[in-house]
């Protein structure tokens, strides 16, 4: 999905714009979360800013649903995201401001057009936990422990198997 704007005329003359994207218009989204479940819809507003940059405001809110770490199940995870976008030259004070401050302008380098669609896209991809995992849930179960007993055959190897699992089982802890 696409959704291209005149950067500089759009700012100028304070467009808006609204959209509501599901996972599956977002393809590196798509890549990252657990099913096409879920919407984030975008409210994005053009000014100029002081500095006569275009800037735009951006209001991502929405739900998807990502894969729990853990259990390996999907659970939601909450979209919500304020951020304000300036493009062209950054002040000295911004360049000094660090980049996690969450308050901060963030500024990207002018371009003559913007796929919004790209941007909700990135700024959504930012916002995704990284290690999401449901606040209490248990690791799988082993799938079949029938499935054991052909390693048992193995004889002599069957005690190493044994050091590896445990040892991947501290991994997890
Ligand atoms: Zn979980």
Redesign the pocket.
Known sequence: MFMVIELRRFCEESGTAEAVFSPSQLPRVLDSVADTTGRVSMQVRGSLDARDRPTLELRLEGELRVL?Q??L?P?PVHVAVRQTLAFGEPSVDERETETFDLDAVEVLPLMAHLDLAELVEEEVLLSLPMLP??QQ?DLPAPADSGKVLPFAALGALTGALAVASQSERNQDN
């Open positions: 729990c853990r259990c199940r659970m995992r449901h849930c």
